[in-house]
């Protein structure tokens, strides 16, 4: 059975910085690519970052570039989100997500929401609040 948790959010000031995990189960990263999506109220989900161990792919949503970090340690089914500077606009509800269908520039296309690329599995998110 494939399953994400995602954990690691909170509270913090304005220019602080969390690191989000998500634990994977029942799935090879050989054959996903994980993304991470946020959520915030009154919005439109929005695609933030992806990794893909097999075809060596990341890619960042513009609004987070050089201020998030997207990692994944294949021995522990784990990928991390390391988020510095961050900025009220970065409230949000983050989850990670699996993408199955895997090939070149993937990762680009689960984070800009592409038609057919949507995610197959979902993790429960966690809240990340980001205080001014």
């Known amino acids: 059975e494939v399953q994400l948790q995602a954990s690691g959010g909170g509270l913090v000031q304005a220019g602080g910085s969390l690191r989000l995990s998500c634990q994977t189960s029942?799935?090879?990263?050989?054959?996903?690519?994980i993304a991470w999506f946020r959520q915030a109220p009154g919005k439109e989900r929005e695609g933030v970052s992806c990794?893909?161990?097999?075809?060596?792919?990341?890619t960042y949503a513009d609004s987070v570039k050089g201020r998030f970090i997207i990692s994944s340690d294949n021995a522990r089914n784990t990928v991390y989100l390391q988020m510095d500077s961050l900025k009220p606009e970065d409230t949000a509800v983050y989850s990670c997500?699996?993408?199955?269908?895997?090939?070149?520039?993937?990762?680009?296309?689960?984070?800009?929401?592409?038609?057919?690329?949507?995610?197959?599995?979902w993790g429960k998110g966690t809240q990340v609040t980001v205080s001014s």
């Open positions: 990794i893909s161990s097999s075809v060596r792919d990341t």
């Open positions: 029942g799935f090879s990263f050989d054959d996903y690519a």
């Open positions: 997500a699996a993408v199955r269908r895997i090939r070149s520039y993937i990762c680009s296309l689960v984070v800009t929401r592409t038609p057919g690329y949507e995610p197959d599995y």
